[in-house]
């Protein structure tokens, strides 16, 4: 396994109590993609039997590759839209499979809003006929352009439904609405976590796939310029990946998150430039930062109120910004081919 993760995923499990992984057999959907992936990790590490389902639109194998193979590891390249998928016995259903960047969503909103929608109830479907716990991965786009800030889950959101973004966050907003209408039909154990943004190691920086914060170091460290959209003035909240993931597995293991939402992510808002800036300063890069023209609909604001994570989970980040991005970066410097 990559060293750098090798390492946070050590660290990681010193601050899991041992009641945060008590499942035995647990199917993450979207295994193979950012969070998926390290969600993979924990509960392997963790010796529950991993079934790993991704039709790999957007998730990598190769970030599983170490696991393949393993006794306590099964993948299956599935789309969970369709549902052919084997009613075995799961005692957590981790739902995290969908296109999750922008740039990408945008060119499959079907496929986008058919995984929402048809792979979520899907899911709960399996999870009612085989009596498992389900946690749906939402997201911070639920609220839109929101115009509380921070934002409290209580926030009902801001979203343009015919917006270029709509596939996502109407699709996200339906999928909550589905996991609450079966808790509420047949006392099914769901519980919902609103991830805001997410970085470190696996998270992908190129083409459409890349989000901001890992395209700008992927930019600044091959000298190429650093594309900052409008004026750079939008912020955004950046969570470190090892915080983001001990969130969800407590969420997944609380007794009090039966039927709950809550919000995941760091405090820290920056904005967009600020962030262009401080890579290009950490990385010594000789990359301009050039301004090209904002998407539409892109949320102005972004901050979680995290308060109710604290208090439910007993949760907090750990991991201070600027630590984060050196980490982040030096998993980039390791793995980037020597020439390019
Ligand atoms: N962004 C940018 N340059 C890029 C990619 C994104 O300035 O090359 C901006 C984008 O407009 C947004 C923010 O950075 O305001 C975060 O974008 P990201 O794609 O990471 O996801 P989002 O938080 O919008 O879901």
């Known amino acids: ?32 993609g950012f969070l998926g992936s390290w969600l993979c990790d924990v509960f392997v590490k963790a ?57 990408e969503y945008r060119q499959h909103p079907i496929e986008t809003i058919a995984v929402n929608a048809e792979g979520t109830r899907n899911m709960l479907e399996l999870a009612r006929k085989t009596d498992a716990r389900l946690l749906l991965a ?5 609220y839109g352009d929101a115009q509380i800030i921070p934002t409290p889950e209580a926030y009902w959101g801001n979203v343009n439904p015919l917006g270029p973004r709509s596939c996502y966050d109407e699709s996200k907003r339906f ?14 154990d769901v519980r919902i976590v609103r991830i805001f943004n997410t970085y470190g190691p696996r998270l ?3 083409g459409l796939y890349g989000r901001a914060l890992s395209r700008f170091i992927d930019q600044a460290l091959s000298g190429r310029d650093i594309t900052v959209y409008g004026r750079g003035e939008q912020t955004r909240s950046f969570c470190y990946v090892t915080d983001t993931v001990a969130a969800i597995v407590k969420a997944a293991a609380s007794p009090r998150m039966k039927g709950e939402v809550v919000n995941i992510g760091n405090v820290y808002e920056v904005s967009i430039l600020d962030l262009a800036e401080r890579i290009q300063r950490i990385t010594n890069s000789k990359s301009n930062i050039i301004f090209l023209p904002r998407p539409a609909d892109d949320p102005q604001r972004r901050c979680p109120a995290i308060s109710k994570a604290k208090q439910l989970l007993n949760w907090f980040p750990r991991v201070n910004f600027e630590d984060g991005l050196l ?7 390791e793995r980037r081919p020597a020439k390019r």
């Open 1 to 32: 396994m990559d060293p750098v993760i090798r390492s946070e995923l050590d660290t990681l499990h010193v601050q899991l109590d041992s009641d945060d992984l008590p499942s035995r057999n647990v199917l993450i959907t979207g295994g193979a």
């Open 47 to 103: 010796h529950a039997v991993v079934y790993c389902v991704d039709n790999l639109s957007t998730g990598l194998k190769e970030n599983l590759v170490h696991l393949l193979g393993m006794k306590n590891f099964v993948f299956q390249e599935l789309d969970v839209a369709r549902p052919d998928l084997e009613d075995r016995r799961y005692d957590l259903i981790l739902h995290f499979a969908s296109r999750p960047s922008p740039g």
């Open 138 to 142: 939402s997201t911070s786009e639920v």
């Open 175 to 188: 999928a909550e609405t589905l996991c609450i209408g079966y808790h509420r039909t047949y006392g099914l």
């Open 204 to 206: 992908r920086s190129d």
């Open 327 to 333: 980490r982040m970066i030096t998993w980039f410097k």
